[in-house]
């Protein structure tokens, strides 16, 4: 079956001489919900923008569907829908106005009763007669969603769609990205954070500074990154740690005055309440605790670190 | 999914989207001229055209429509077109159009259509106040439509190139201003060049304005001060300039793509 999207060795130096894109190399399957998952400037906007052909690659080749994005530009882009992550507007325009421009300029007969359904189903129906410089950066955001959907994209890329959005839009918008997978559209999304890669995504690619470092499935990976330490600040400071606690592997920190327990946060039982019940029984008291989570800061690097040496 | 051959409702997305701009604005844009118009006529047609009865058997006043025409068609054209791709990049939403599958010709179709658009009706508002004040003749009307079309089309190709190539509001004005008005009122728009010194009459045939609204004003009254066959050259020769940048800006992505 032809992927829904492949990149193959797409590299990107901006005329400033910045190389932003390093060989990337990348397929998505049809119907899924991929996350790009990146830091400021790793270079996920700048991979979209290729795709959506706003930037020019300096070498490699996309296709989309099988169209390659060039020599087929009518067809691949056709197939495209794009949320830009900068919420640009046509501020003097009515809603309506402008989700009717899309649909038309992307080539789609006008159809009315479409373009009502994606506004209803983004609850903009009310606001359709009014000037998009009215209303909320929320729904600017769905705004500029609602004109992506316009013309039926086979390929939807969400460029942070949940940058600046409050937690109910979110969790719509999620619902959405769902409905629109289930519907058999492919969602590329990128975000800064685990969390929202963890509860969209079906597969998640991770890049950084210009490299895809790693392409994985969702459930795989957070297998992989879902280790999350616990720390205890102990009352009385400790020289070794109590026999009756040696089934949780803990470890001494802070000369002594904090013991630490690591977890697999995506494991039956953490063994965290198990273990504060032992600590009780023993009479070893703690003033405070907090888990802590590596962030995606952490484990680009450990990425990095791990495969730096198997690359040239 | 049809393989699309030309994207004629791309095309039409642009065209209707630029004129909608038009209609919001429409009471300013045809309040305007009809007000400038009648202004010219007040202060060029009563004050001087009580001095100049006629120009090569035109009178005055009728004698200075076809330049009133062309000075608006110039200006309005360029600040149109210009102004039409210029804002959505300035606001960003150019991002939609990059992504859209439509080829630069369609592109440069819709906007430049819609402000040679525009800038015609505008025209024609100003003949038909004009003819308020003054007679008017035209003796040859399939020129005159001709080069009505031909020069809109080109001053818009023009200005499309100008929004494209411009960095900021002030620099759309830049041109206009700076170029275009000096050489149409030096250009013979509201006097005939045979009633300058000989000197200055051999400088002025270096502007290229001179021949468009020559043009124009022959096929009103059939008088020219160039040959005609000149001014149809320049006009055309215009057209295709245009048409060469316009292509090479979207050939090499000039200011639009990274
Ligand atoms: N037009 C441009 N000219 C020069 N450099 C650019 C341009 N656009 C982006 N860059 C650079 O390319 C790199 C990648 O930028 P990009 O916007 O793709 O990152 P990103 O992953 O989307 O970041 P963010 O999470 O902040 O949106 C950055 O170093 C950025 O400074
Ligand atoms: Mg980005």
């Given at each position: 079956?032809?992927?829904?999207?492949?990149?193959?060795?797409?590299?990107?130096?901006?005329?400033?001489?910045?190389?932003?894109?390093?060989?990337?190399?990348?397929?998505?399957?049809?119907?899924?919900?991929?996350?790009?998952?990146?830091?400021?400037?790793?270079?996920?906007?700048?991979?979209?923008?290729?795709?959506?052909?706003?930037?020019?690659?300096?070498?490699?080749?996309?296709?989309?569907?099988?169209?390659?994005?060039?020599?087929?530009?009518?067809?691949?882009?056709?197939?495209?829908?794009?949320?830009?992550?900068?919420?640009?507007?046509?501020?003097?325009?009515?809603?309506?106005?402008?989700?009717?421009?899309?649909?038309?300029?992307?080539?789609?007969?006008?159809?009315?009763?479409?373009?009502?359904?994606?506004?209803?189903?983004?609850?903009?129906?009310?606001?359709?007669?009014?000037?998009?410089?009215?209303?909320?950066?929320?729904?600017?955001?769905?705004?500029?969603?609602?004109?992506?959907?316009?013309?039926?994209?086979?390929?939807?890329?969400?460029?942070?769609?949940?940058?600046?959005?409050?937690?109910?839009?979110?969790?719509?918008?999620?619902?959405?990205?769902?409905?629109?997978?289930?519907?058999?559209?492919?969602?590329?999304?990128?975000?800064?954070?685990?969390?929202?890669?963890?509860?969209?995504?079906?597969?998640?690619?991770?890049?950084?500074?210009?490299?895809?470092?790693?392409?994985?499935?969702?459930?795989?990976?957070?297998?992989?990154?879902?280790?999350?330490?616990l720390?205890l600040?102990?009352?009385?400071?400790m020289?070794e740690i109590p026999?009756?606690l040696g089934d949780w592997h803990l470890q001494l920190a802070?000369?002594?005055?904090e013991l630490e327990y690591s977890?697999?946060?995506?494991?039956?039982?953490?063994?965290?309440?198990?273990l504060?019940?032992?600590m009780?029984?023993?009479?070893v008291?703690?003033?405070?605790?907090?888990?802590?989570?590596?962030?995606?800061?952490?484990?680009?690097?450990?990425?990095?670190?791990?495969?730096?040496?198997?690359?040239? | 999914?049809?393989?699309?051959?030309?994207?004629?409702?791309?095309?039409?997305?642009?065209?209707?989207?630029?004129?909608?701009?038009?209609?919001?604005?429409?009471?300013?844009?045809?309040?305007?001229?009809?007000?400038?118009?009648?202004?010219?006529?007040?202060?060029?047609?009563?004050?001087?055209?009580?001095?100049?009865?006629?120009?090569?058997?035109?009178?005055?006043?009728?004698?200075?429509?076809?330049?009133?025409?062309?000075?608006?068609?110039?200006?309005?054209?360029?600040?149109?077109?210009?102004?039409?791709?210029?804002?959505?990049?300035?606001?960003?939403?150019?991002?939609?159009?990059?992504?859209?599958?439509?080829?630069?010709?369609?592109?440069?179709?819709?906007?430049?259509?819609?402000?040679?658009?525009?800038?015609?009706?505008?025209?024609?508002?100003?003949?038909?106040?004009?003819?308020?004040?003054?007679?008017?003749?035209?003796?040859?009307?399939?020129?005159?439509?001709?080069?009505?079309?031909?020069?809109?089309?080109?001053?818009?190709?023009?200005?499309?190139?100008?929004?494209?190539?411009?960095?900021?509001?002030?620099?759309?004005?830049?041109?206009?201003?700076?170029?275009?008005?000096?050489?149409?009122?030096?250009?013979?728009?509201?006097?005939?060049?045979?009633?300058?010194?000989?000197?200055?009459?051999?400088?002025?045939?270096?502007?290229?304005?001179?021949?468009?609204?020559?043009?124009?004003?022959?096929?009103?009254?059939?008088?020219?001060?160039?040959?005609?066959?000149?001014?149809?050259?320049?006009?055309?020769?215009?057209?295709?300039?245009?048409?060469?940048?316009?292509?090479?800006?979207?050939?090499?992505?000039?200011?639009?793509?990274?």
């Open positions: 079956m032809t992927p829904a999207l492949s990149i193959s060795h797409v590299t990107k130096t901006y005329p400033s001489g910045l190389q932003a894109l390093k060989d990337i190399n990348l397929e998505i399957r049809n119907s899924e919900i991929f996350a790009l998952l990146g830091p400021n400037g790793a270079g996920k906007t700048t991979l979209i923008s290729i795709v959506c052909g706003i930037v020019t690659a300096s070498a490699g080749a996309v296709a989309v569907d099988g169209f390659d994005i060039v020599r087929d530009y009518r067809a691949a882009r056709t197939r495209i829908g794009l949320v830009p992550q900068e919420l640009n507007t046509d501020t003097f325009e009515t809603l309506w106005a402008t989700v009717r421009f899309s649909r038309g300029l992307f080539g789609r007969e006008p159809d009315a009763a479409f373009l009502e359904k994606v506004l209803r189903d983004l609850s903009l129906w009310d606001k359709r007669n009014d000037r998009i410089m009215t209303l909320s950066g929320g729904m600017k955001r769905r705004v500029m969603i609602a004109k992506a959907l316009s013309h039926q994209p086979a390929i939807l890329f969400l460029d942070e769609p949940t940058a600046g959005v409050d937690v109910e839009l979110r969790r719509d918008m999620w619902a959405l990205v769902r409905g629109l997978r289930d519907s058999g559209v492919t969602v590329v999304l990128t975000t800064h954070y685990i969390e929202e890669a963890e509860e969209m995504a079906d597969r998640i690619g991770v890049i950084s500074k210009g490299e895809l470092i790693l392409v994985e499935d969702k459930v795989t990976l957070m297998k992989k990154l879902g280790k999350k330490q720390t600040q102990l009352q009385e400071r020289t026999a009756g802070a000369d002594g005055n977890f697999d946060i995506n494991a039956e039982r953490t063994g965290i309440s198990a504060l019940r032992r009780g029984d023993l009479g008291g703690y003033k405070d605790l907090n888990t802590h989570q590596s962030s995606l800061e952490d484990i680009f690097v450990s990425l990095v670190s791990d495969r730096g040496g198997s690359r040239p | 999914m049809t393989r699309l051959a030309f994207n004629r409702r791309g095309v039409g997305a642009i065209y209707r989207f630029e004129m909608g701009r038009f209609r919001r604005t429409l009471l300013q844009s045809v309040v305007t001229p009809v007000i400038t118009t009648s202004l010219y006529f007040v202060v060029f047609g009563s004050a001087i055209g009580s001095r100049i009865s006629q120009v090569n058997g035109v009178s005055y006043g009728a004698f200075i429509v076809p330049g009133l025409i062309m000075l608006s068609l110039f200006t309005e054209s360029i600040s149109n077109a210009s102004f039409g791709i210029y804002f959505p990049k300035f606001t960003g939403t150019i991002y939609e159009l990059l992504s859209a599958p439509v080829s630069a010709l369609e592109i440069v179709l819709g906007y430049v259509g819609a402000a040679a658009t525009k800038s015609i009706i505008l025209g024609l508002i100003i003949l038909a106040t004009a003819s308020i004040f003054v007679p008017i003749r035209i003796v040859h009307p399939a020129w005159m439509i001709s080069f009505l079309l031909l020069t809109a089309a080109s001053f818009s190709l023009f200005g499309f190139i100008i929004g494209v190539w411009a960095n900021g509001f002030e620099q759309l004005q830049f041109i206009p201003m700076l170029v275009i008005t000096p050489l149409t009122f030096l250009g013979g728009a509201f006097y005939s060049i045979s009633m300058l010194p000989a000197t200055w009459r051999a400088i002025t045939l270096f502007n290229p304005v001179v021949y468009l609204i020559n043009g124009f004003r022959w096929s009103f009254y059939g008088v020219s001060d160039v040959s005609v066959a000149i001014s149809l050259g320049m006009t055309l020769g215009l057209l295709g300039l245009c048409l060469v940048l316009v292509t090479w800006i979207f050939k090499t992505g000039y200011r639009l793509k990274n």
